[in-house]
């Protein structure tokens, strides 16, 4: 028991050194490179917060079809950009957040009604450096079992979309959840806690 209590004290005293650093700094340094500029896959993605998901969403006008109704999609952010942007209201650089494709699938087993998630089809990270990135943020693909993902080239479909709406795109797949009084601290104390897209615009500044 005090092991436990001892390794969760630790744990802490180096997450609120690294937010501090990130407040100060306004950086995190959690993301790791290998020699050709690829970015490591985070062992530690499965652990990664829940900040939202979605079903079938796409950019087109088509309708769903109610009996394919496209991939789940599943958004995550990492843990240490998770703490500090509660305390500060910001996606600083080095923020990353994951995005998860799965099949959908229904009667599964005993499943007669609504779908499942299938198999993983693919997966991208989403960074934020306005140091190595001219608009300050890129993506890279994670393929099933690679150790590195690859970085989208520059320009991309991707990162004009992102710039052209004029929001944090990941707004659309997300649905971060904040209590009230960290809602307020970070965002006008007069605001319904709802945070809108507005919002997180400003916040990824």
């Not at 993301?31 to 499965?46: C, R």
């Not at 496209?70 to 942007?85: D, H, K, L, N």
């Not at 393929?143 to 479909?157: A, F, S, T």
Request: proline residues 4%; negative net charge; contains cysteine.
């Amino acid at each position: 028991m005090q092991k436990t209590v001892l390794a969760a004290l630790s744990t802490g005293l180096v997450l609120t050194a690294m937010m501090a650093i990130a407040a100060d700094d306004e950086r995190l340094d959690i993301a790791k490179f290998d020699d050709e500029g690829s970015l490591i896959v985070p062992e530690n993605l499965d652990e990664w917060i829940f900040i939202g998901s979605s079903l079938g969403m796409g950019y087109s006008q088509e309708n769903i079809d109610p009996d394919s109704p496209g991939m789940f999609q599943i958004a995550r952010m990492e843990p240490t950009a998770y703490e500090v942007f509660k305390e500060t209201g910001k996606f600083v650089d080095g923020t990353m957040l994951s995005l998860h494709f799965y099949g959908s699938q229904n009667e599964v087993s005993i499943n007669r009604a609504g779908f499942v998630m299938g198999d993983l089809h693919f997966a991208e990270i989403h960074y934020k450096d306005s140091e190595r990135f001219p608009d300050g943020f890129n993506f890279y693909n994670l393929n099933n079992g690679e150790p590195v993902g690859q970085e989208i080239g520059l320009p991309n479909d991707c990162v004009d979309c992102h710039k052209r709406d004029g929001a944090y795109a990941v707004y659309l797949f997300s649905s971060i959840r904040l209590s009230t009084s960290t809602y307020r601290k970070i965002f006008v104390p007069a605001s319904p806690t709802v945070i809108t897209r507005a919002h997180i615009s400003n916040a990824y500044g």
